[in-house]
């Protein structure tokens, strides 16, 4: 579903959803908006990845190349490693630790998409993924440092 802004733009209502969370990301507003809990940075960066994922294996079968499919399988094997996040208890002392690796593996990922995507490729679907996966980064970078800032690993 496709609607027209005033400016004879066309766009999907859903863009305009990622497109203004990507925003709200780049500027967060403290003063009306509590801070996240750990679980909860934990959870929205492991969906971020499995979406990414998703993305990624759809187009991986479309356009089979070795490359793709190498990609596809190091997200599968982040995105099980992160997975595990879903089953610790926000008090775990576990899950600092495994947002701070998901967070590692989530900046080798983009490496990985990015060059992939190089000059030559230019792929949008491409591109898309490895806005996912900034996203989620951005969501495991902010829980380890609210939880290294309120003492979490303590």
Do not use: W
């Amino acid at each position: 579903m496709k609607r027209c802004l005033t400016q004879s733009i066309c766009v999907c209502p859903l863009f305009d959803m990622i497109q203004a969370q990507g925003a709200s990301m780049d500027e967060p507003n403290l003063a009306i908006s509590p801070q996240p809990k750990l679980d909860d940075l934990a959870i929205d960066a492991v969906l971020h990845l499995g979406a990414a994922l998703e993305v990624l294996e759809l187009h991986a079968s479309h356009k089979v190349t070795a490359i793709n499919c190498v990609c596809r399988d190091l997200l599968r094997i982040y995105y099980a490693k992160a997975d595990q996040a879903q089953s610790l208890e926000p008090e775990d002392k576990e899950l600092l630790g495994l947002l701070h690796d998901t967070a590692v593996d989530l900046g080798y990922a983009i490496e990985v998409v990015d060059h992939l995507n190089g000059d030559e490729a230019d792929d949008p679907i491409l591109y898309a993924v490895s806005y996912l996966l900034k996203a989620a980064k951005r969501f495991a970078d902010e829980g380890v440092a609210g939880g290294l800032a309120c003492g979490a690993c303590v």
